[in-house]
């Protein structure tokens, strides 16, 4: 026969809980309040204000080069600030940097595990940062020398408890920011390692980040199997904004190019636009016929061209301000699983589970 | 303290702080989506020439499109 609880630890028990339910009616209250005041700035929709812009003409888009190389499904891929290298990362284990213009592989490192889900180029163009299963990221300095071998002066930076998702410098080679499977996201210093901040808050597996374009901004933006996009203050490691409109995982963000908005594209087989000054979703843009996961965007330099990459092998080009889709591009032979538009706006690149990467312009 | 008032405080403190943070995400200035879709509009119009991928640059200057050789006849 189990024992009576203790008065004393019954009384505790009776406080825990009024305390939680009168927290769980705040936060409700909260909740309430937060969607009245979004839905009162609600006075119209994005397309009807861009109706008397100019509709978009014809595009004629096409893969100008296919880059060769990897063993694997393509994971991930970053354009240097010089507009013609790229790095990519594979399942199979490998980093290569290529010559866009040329498709010629200037240097390839072979990670210690398979899967390298992110990777990155650093400002200065002399070193990118990758991880994945391993669940770290770490920097590669390039080097000059071809003979030189990379692996051996690589530096450990990030440490999560599971895989990292994706990396991203910040304004210079100096700080490096991480998201992961373990939840959260993290800034790091590259030369100690030390990690500056962390950010909690998302309740599963961040899958991206994106950084505010301007210099002065300290902001970024990240997307999870929570279904959330969480806005962050990088000094402090407060999220700011929340949304949670997307109906499954969101598997990337990326900003609007004046920093005032972002594009998220999620499982739920939509991109969506929001607008951080309003504080809520502005856009949607989907159609019946597309049922499968969006896996990466990129706008175009004025931002009125949204790209997505999807799981159906597809391209979808989308009119930002119309929401209307403007164009849809077949090559790939499997998943489109990353895409970026070059620093210069003249292309953009994707990189699939066919193994291969396409320039398209 | 047994188990269940271990685990009662952190659902406390997790509560806390979800109260904490629609707090601070209540407390920010919004502003109407007429106002700020404009400013997306213009900021479009603003930039739409130097767009490459939306102006179709031609083959000259876009180092991606192949240049047609020129044939002497």
């Known amino acids: ?361 | 303290m047994s188990g269940k008032m271990c685990s009662g405080s952190n659902s406390i403190i997790q509560a806390q702080k979800l109260v904490d943070q629609l707090q601070i995400e209540a407390g920010m200035e919004r502003f109407k989506i007429s106002l700020t879709a404009a400013d997306l509009v213009q900021y479009c119009q603003e930039h739409r020439r130097s767009d490459p991928l939306l102006t179709g640059i031609s083959a000259s200057s876009n180092p991606f499109k192949d240049k047609k050789t020129c044939v002497l006849l």
């Open chain 1, 1 to 361: 026969m189990r024992s009576p609880p203790i008065p004393e630890m019954a009384t505790q028990e009776v406080q825990l809980n009024e305390t939680l339910a009168h927290l769980k009616t705040e936060s409700d209250t909260l909740k309430t309040k937060l969607e009245e005041e979004r839905a009162k700035l609600h006075d119209v929709e994005l397309h009807q204000v861009a109706e008397k812009v100019e509709a978009l003409g014809q595009f004629v888009m096409k893969t100008r080069r296919t880059l060769k190389g990897h063993g694997n499904k393509v994971l991930c891929m970053d354009w240097c600030k010089d507009k013609r290298r790229i790095v990519s990362s594979s399942q199979d284990g490998k980093v290569i940097v290529w010559d866009a213009f040329t498709t010629n592989k200037e240097h390839a490192v072979t990670m210690p595990c398979t899967w390298v889900m992110a990777c990155a180029y650093a400002p200065s163009g002399c070193a990118v940062a990758c991880g994945g299963l391993d669940n770290k990221c770490s920097v590669y300095p390039l080097s000059l020398d071809k003979n030189e071998n990379l692996a051996a002066k690589k530096k450990s930076v990030a440490m999560h408890t599971n895989y990292l998702s994706a990396c991203c410098f910040t304004n210079s080679d100096m700080q490096i920011l991480t998201s992961s499977g373990d939840g959260t996201c993290a800034l790091w210093d590259v030369e100690s390692g030390q990690l500056l901040q962390s950010f909690h808050g998302h309740a599963a597996d961040v899958l991206c980040l994106d950084l505010a374009p301007s210099e002065t901004a300290n902001t970024f933006v990240s997307g999870g199997c929570d279904k959330k996009a969480n806005v962050w203050d990088m000094r402090s490691g407060q999220c700011i904004q929340s949304f949670e409109t997307h109906e499954s995982d969101i598997n990337s963000v990326r900003y609007y190019p004046s920093g005032d908005a972002f594009a998220s594209g999620s499982d739920d087989a939509t991109c969506r636009l929001y607008d951080l000054r309003a504080d809520r979703e502005v856009a949607i843009y989907s159609k019946e016929s597309i049922i499968f996961g969006v896996s990466s965007v990129d706008f175009s330099l004025s931002g009125r061209l949204l790209f997505g990459g999807y799981n159906d092998y597809t391209i979808n080009v989308w009119d930002v301000l119309k929401g209307t889709r403007v164009s849809i591009l077949f090559g790939h032979e499997n998943r489109v699983s990353t895409l970026r538009v070059s620093p210069d706006g003249t292309a953009f690149c994707t990189g699939s589970w066919d193994h291969t990467l396409r320039i398209w312009a």
